[in-house]
């Protein structure tokens, strides 16, 4: 059974920084595209941050320069270093996972960041 535990939201000042942790079980997690997306209250769910299994990253621009997508194999865990925070990153974020050959995405729970203008 696939699980992603995501942690690490919280209400934060505007400026300020959270780093999101994603925790996977039931994949083959270093082989695994993982990516943050976020979804805030009446807006469709986007695609923050992704990092392949080779360590290539991507970004979106509302976030280039502020956000980092990393990933730790021995741990089974992806991180999203997020600074200068602002108001509009206020939303819940998603981790997911894509496994290569597996026709199918992998969700987490969510997690809630607020940021406080």
């Known amino acids: 059974q696939v699980q992603l535990v995501e942690s690490g939201g919280n209400l934060v000042q505007a400026g300020g920084s959270l780093r999101l942790s994603c925790e996977a079980s039931g994949i083959i997690f270093r082989v695994a595209t993982m990516r943050w997306f976020r979804q805030a209250p009446g807006k469709q769910r986007e695609l923050v941050a992704g990092?392949?299994?080779?360590?290539?990253?991507n970004y979106a621009d509302s976030v280039k320069g502020r956000f980092t997508i990393s990933r730790d194999n021995a741990k089974n865990t992806v991180y999203l270093q997020m600074n200068s925070l602002k108001p509009e990153d206020t939303a819940v974020y998603y981790c997911n996972a894509k496994p290569p050959g597996v026709f199918r995405v992998y969700w987490g729970q969510g997690t809630q960041v607020t940021v406080s203008s």
């Open positions: 990092i392949s299994s080779t360590r290539d990253t």
